[in-house]
T-cell receptor, first 114, second 113 residues
Framework: DAGVIQSPRHEVTEMGQEVTLRCKPI?????LFWYRQTMMRGLELLIY????????DSGMPEDRFSAKMPNASFSTLKIQPSEPRDSAVYFC????????????FGNGTRLTVT | GESVGLHLPTLSVQEGDNSIINCAYS??????FIWYKQESGKGPQFIID?????DKRQGQRVTVLLNKTVKHLSLQIAATQPGDSAVYFC????????????FGSGTRLLVRP
């Protein structure tokens, strides 16, 4: 079991640039989540997909953020244009779509926007 | 990994001792609880979960206790090892959601050799 795979591990970019974060969920999992973690706000749910369909995007901060899941094995989170306050660690997690199933997290992408 | 909050509660224990990490959850309607461990530079790692119809659940060296009366969750780690040093998060899921986890602010566990 390779676990949830995220890339890149680190991303440093300048304000105004586009950033794309990538995620490969665990094979067979049909639910995918993007979280953001900061010192001040902890872990925040950004968006939830079930069977590749976005179900809840209420946590997406602004229109600058968008996420896609073109197939069961790949998802992207895009920030355009990026701002310094977007600096955080972004985690992808996946699970089986069943009641009370734990999330399995990737190791995150640390984003720094200067 | 990121610490949650500028002043993360810290528990320091001697190697070999038992550790107890506590969590107060917010909603009496929550029906599912999970403990996660997060090591530096890594994502949260699932440790153990418990449903609201249970009071206790045991895993390998870990036990989770649920007290619904006072909305309290605890994680007990037996014979704490240096590899247990990490930030521990509790998470709750409310009955009105099939997927949304609410994470606590975390506790840092430091194991003294």
């Amino acid at each position: 079991d390779a676990g949830v795979i995220q890339s890149p591990r680190h991303e440093v970019t300048e304000m105004g640039q586009e950033v794309t974060l990538r995620c490969k969920p665990i094979s067979g999992h049909n639910s995918l989540f993007w979280y953001r973690q900061t010192m001040m706000r902890g872990l925040e749910l950004l968006i939830y997909f079930n069977n590749n369909v976005p179900i809840d995007d209420s946590g997406m901060p602004e229109d600058r953020f968008s996420a896609k899941m073109p197939n069961a094995s790949f998802s992207t989170l895009k920030i355009q244009p990026s701002e310094p306050r977007d600096s955080a660690v972004y985690f992808c997690a996946s699970s089986f779509r069943q009641l009370n199933s734990p999330l399995h997290f990737g190791n995150g992408t640390r984003l720094t926007v200067t | 990994g990121e610490s949650v909050g500028l002043h993360l509660p810290t528990l320091s224990v001697q190697e070999g001792d038992n550790s107890i990490i506590n969590c107060a959850y917010s909603n009496s309607a929550s029906d599912y609880f999970i403990w996660y461990k997060q090591e530096s530079g890594k994502g949260p790692q699932f440790i153990i979960d418990i449903r609201s119809n249970m009071d206790k659940r045991q895993g390998q060296r870990v036990t989770v206790l649920l007290n619904k009366t006072v909305k309290h969750l605890s994680l007990q780690i037996a014979a704490t090892q240096p590899g247990d040093s990490a930030v521990y998060f509790c998470a709750e899921k409310r009955k009105d959601s099939s997927y949304k986890l609410i994470f606590g602010s975390g506790t840092r566990l430091l194991v003294r050799p």
